[in-house]
């Protein structure tokens, strides 16, 4: 058994292209639930506005406040197959959007041995270093985010490393990772790979922006062992999403905008790739992360308690926030309106092939206060929106529109 599970497990490095000296922690979660909520983001709002895919434990919920509940020791099942991993982990969801301008979800597929997952979840890698260093592993309470919904180039997605898109030609591709979408049919789905920052300032278990925490090695990678800076002295486990969208029923040409660019736009409105984000509450069960971490575990974790996949599968949420996600839609879930570059709708001389009709959302979101002195949002930043305190100037060229009621956008 041990030595078939190490086999397995050198292909799952070979595969997530990782050096192998070094053991990774590699398990499989089903989905928990999708829908509308961002407990990170919008904390004890009953709908975020753009669409998750939502993974791990059953203390998911629109509030998760580190102060009331201690996730690892209060949940009471997770969809994870290490079951004392109550964490949940996040991201947007993919959709296709067809000529007609008409767009549907795009579902998950489980990962290669993971076939069996429910809704496809995601495969989560924890790796405590190549170098033979040690990591701290997270505390009861603390949760990060990584990436930015509102890019949507190069320039502003080069701040995060490791954001990246493989297109599957295989199951077993794990090389030509792009930092946007792929731009050509990939034959079995888009991995969409996620890593976090690797470096914790060793106090906080949270930040206004929910990353400014955390920090990549100051030089060299993570994988090469680079120091932490000294503003994050302390290594982190390196936290590693792995989602595959199953974009095999859109692989026909002839579906895709007549102009030849790729049909697939993420829930929060970016077809670009640019925004990719991944969200991370850490909710393991005791020190057992610790544990795992000390011991170098992969596949195989003597150290932890295991549970099947069909086992995870059972662990569900209903939706919260209850809404239509399914089928096709005009619109995408939280009316979320398509920014930065896209392809152009419909075609063949139809409606004259040209750019969509832009919807002109009504007046910009209140804000509550929003420092103006001197500061400027960059195109597709934030600009305003419930709750919202931060600057509210867009740059010269744009303007600031509502989304929807949670958040207005320099357009
Ligand atoms: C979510 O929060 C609500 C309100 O506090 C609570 O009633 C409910 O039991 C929570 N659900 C879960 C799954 O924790
Ligand atoms: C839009 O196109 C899709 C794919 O061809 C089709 O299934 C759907 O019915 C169309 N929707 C509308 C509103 O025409």
Known sequence: MKVQQHNLLAAALALAGMPGAEAVLRFSCSELVTE??????????AQSPHLHQIVGGNMFNITMDPTQHNIGEEATCTTCTFSEDFSNYWTATLFFRARNGSYIRVPQRGNIDFESARGGGMTVYYAPGYQNQKVTAFRPGFRMIVGNPFYRTQAEASKFRQLTFTCL??????????????????????????????????VNLDSPDHMSHVAYPSSGTFESGGPCPASHPVRIP???YEVIWDTRQFNDRSLWPEDGSQPFVWSYGDFTG?????????????????????????????????????????????????????????????????????????GGGGNGGGNPTPTQPSQPAPTNGGGNSGCSVAK???????????????AAGSTCRAQNEWYSQCL
């Not at 509308?36 to 904390?43: A, E, I, K």
């Not at 795992?292 to 549970?307: E, F």
């Not at 920014?339 to 709708?345: A, D, F, H, L, M």
């Not at 597709?380 to 867009?394: A, L, N, P, S």
Request: charge should be neutral; aromatic fraction near 10%.
């Open 36 to 45: 509308r909520l961002d407990p990170l983001v919008f904390p004890g709002v």
């Open 274 to 346: 640019y925004g990719t984000h991944g969200d991370y509450v850490f909710g393991w069960k005791g020190d057992s992360l610790q544990r795992a971490m000390d011991a170098n575990c992969d596949v195989y974790c003597p150290q932890l308690r295991t549970q099947s996949i069909a086992q995870g599968n059972q662990c569900r949420q209903q939706q919260k926030v209850r809404e239509n996600i399914d089928g096709w839609l005009s619109k995408l879930p939280g009316d979320i309106e398509v920014t930065g570059p896209q392809p152009p709708i419909g």
């Open 238 to 240: 390196q936290l590693f």
């Open 169 to 202: 030609d295989t199951l077993y591709t794990r090389t030509g990772e792009t930092t946007s979408m792929p731009t050509q049919p990939c034959r079995e789905g888009i991995m969409a790979n996620i890593r976090f920052p690797t470096c914790w300032d060793g």
């Open 380 to 394: 597709w930043g934030q600009c305003g929106g419930r709750g919202y305190t931060g600057c509210t100037r867009c």
